[in-house]
């Protein structure tokens, strides 16, 4: 039988979160339980659930007490026996707390964490309070001025900085890293908002002494810095930053060194990157990436239009977003694509491997379904390999050069298996996870019975004969002549229909402003009519109804309760 050393034991407690948790693990074996008696901190999240009465009745040894949280009181007696505390990543918000201006409670921190929760709520208005504090961690661009004090502390060892370049220019500017060369800094560089390109010219790295750098963002000052991969918790604490999750940003001023750059890439296997703010005096008309072996890549905010940007072919993922070049991206085989104010020439969309499509361009797409160029403002969607396809009717043309028909309708052809339907005349269309919405369908004989739809919510259509088989149905100022349907779940608003078909069970049919002719079910729950005209209902079965009697002329139910 294999078992573990207690230090990997210990490992393990201090990320268990509940005492339902540390309960279970105690009845594991002996060594689990030896472990609970001797670990020397409690476990990093148990402060977020339970007092520190029970945790310290649980644990007889602890010598630091790591907190994510404080309850509205902290009375002193109660770390009377714990020399150390540990402040970690503040969830606490709401509470009110005063044992930050105390000197018995901060005299006990050792290692301090400032996100912004704790910069909200804290102003640290006696850092000399903080005689034991060695370690500090800045995880947001917080009060300055509090930090400042904290940096002066004679105690202090390590200091991690996580900021932006324009934030260690502010504090630089306040305080001489050098005076103080007793504390190893460690500063990691990430990008809130763009980058002052002035401020590239002021900092001389070289003069941080005891200054270690890392970066995600790479410009002429920090190419040459180490990189630093993303840790799992600082999505979770750094605000306002990499919501995409990129591995590195590239900033405009050294795309002239990609061969650096794809060194940088490939040592560390880095796969996301972002690209910004190419404005108009970029030098040079062309942007070649083809060497740069990455598979997900995002460019926001180029100004200069004369200006080409070639993708790699390995490319997997591509977002453009506030675009005014021109980008070529012919060679790739994407699965993802999402284009956002592109106003560069003309693109090709290629669909053999594409999953996730989002488009909202002014500029001409040119949609190719296997190698062939579809017609004019066709689009194909096929359900076997897309889950996401988006079109804004507000700006888009597809396939269509110099389109200046303000309705901008498109046609669709939806494939699943080897069958296909095709939708004419939309205006706004929208495909996720199985769920559509789309306006603006007229006059046609459509068949989506076996289509795998969760959920379709049509507006402003006209059909002669819809056949539906999903979860939810949605329809809004539509007409029909012949309406079928199976579903759980129907919502009719502002609907004139001749023939509407309900098969199976429908737990709930809602209808409002309806006028129809003839509505035959098999069974309904619940069914609803508001300011609703129906000529005939026949049914087997409708277990409940909401409406006024007489706004149905005559009802034919076998069973109605």
Not at 376 to 393: A, R, V
Not at 507 to 513: A, E, K, M, Q
């Amino acid at each position: 039988m294999v078992h573990l050393e207690n230090i990997f034991l210990k490992n393990v407690l201090l990320y268990l979160p509940t005492l339902k948790d540390i309960g279970k693990f105690a009845q594991i074996c002996k060594s689990c339980e030896e472990v609970i008696n001797t670990i020397y901190v409690n476990p990093y999240n148990l402060t977020l659930y339970q007092s520190f009465d029970k945790i310290i009745r649980i644990f007889p040894n602890l010598q630091t007490l790591y907190l994510r949280r404080c309850p509205e009181k902290l009375y002193k007696i109660s770390t009377n026996n714990i020399p150390l505390i540990e402040i970690g990543r503040w969830s606490e918000i709401s509470k009110p707390t005063k044992v930050f201006d105390t000197k018995w409670f901060c005299s006990k921190i050792r290692k301090l964490r400032i996100n912004i929760n704790f910069s909200i709520k804290f102003e640290l208005k006696h850092p000399e309070y903080f005689t034991q504090l060695q370690e500090l961690i800045i995880l947001n661009d917080i009060n300055l001025n509090t930090t400042i004090k904290l940096f002066k502390l004679s105690s202090l060892k390590k200091v991690i900085i996580f900021c932006s370049i324009n934030k260690l220019y502010e504090i630089s500017e306040l305080f001489n890293f050098n005076q103080n060369k007793q504390i190893n800094f460690i500063i990691i560089l990430y990008q809130n908002g763009f980058t002052n390109n002035n401020l590239l010219n002021q900092i001389d790295y070289n003069e941080f002494i005891n200054c270690t750098f890392y970066t995600r963002i790479f410009n002429k000052s920090t190419i040459n810095f180490p990189y630093l991969p993303l840790l799992p918790y600082e999505p979770e604490i750094l605000m306002n930053f990499n919501n995409n999750n990129y591995d590195i940003i590239i900033e405009s001023n050294i795309l002239d060194k990609i061969n650096q750059i794809n060194e940088i890439v490939l040592k560390n296997n880095i796969q996301k990157v972002l690209i910004e703010n190419i404005l108009n005096d970029f030098e040079g008309t062309k942007i070649d990436l083809t060497t740069l072996y990455i598979e997900f890549l995002s460019i926001i905010e180029i100004k200069k239009q004369n200006l080409n940007i070639i993708f790699p072919p390995n490319l997997k993922s591509l977002t453009i977003k506030y675009c005014d070049a021109s980008i070529d991206i012919s060679k790739c085989h994407l699965t993802n694509l999402i284009l956002n104010n592109y106003q560069g020439k003309s693109i090709e969309i290629h669909d053999e491997n594409l999953e996730k499509v989002k488009v909202n361009s002014k500029q001409e797409v040119k949609w190719y379904h296997n190698g062939t160029l579809l017609k004019q403002n066709e689009i194909y969607l096929d359900m076997n390999k897309i889950s996401l396809l988006s079109i804004d009717y507000y700006d888009n043309f597809i396939n269509n050069r110099n389109n200046n028909n303000n309705t901008k309708l498109q046609t669709f052809i939806f494939k699943y298996n080897d069958k296909e339907t095709i939708l004419s005349n939309i205006q706004l269309f929208n495909f996720k996870d199985n769920n559509i919405v789309f306006w603006n369908c007229k006059g046609q004989e459509v068949d989506l019975s076996e289509f795998p739809f969760h959920s379709i919510e049509l507006q402003n259509c006209e059909f002669k004969y819809l056949n539906i088989k999903c979860n939810s149905i949605s329809l809004q100022n539509c007409q029909l002549i012949n309406l079928k349907v199976k579903c759980n779940s129907i919502n009719l608003n502002n609907i004139k229909c001749n023939i509407l078909t309900l098969d199976g069970v429908c737990d709930r049919s809602h209808l409002y402003n309806c006028k129809i002719n003839t509505f035959t079910c098999d069974i309904i729950r619940y069914l609803t009519y508001t300011n609703s005209q129906i000529n005939v209902i026949n049914a087997n079965e409708i277990k409940s109804t909401s409406g006024p009697k007489t706004n149905v002329k005559i009802w034919n139910i076998k069973n109605l309760n």
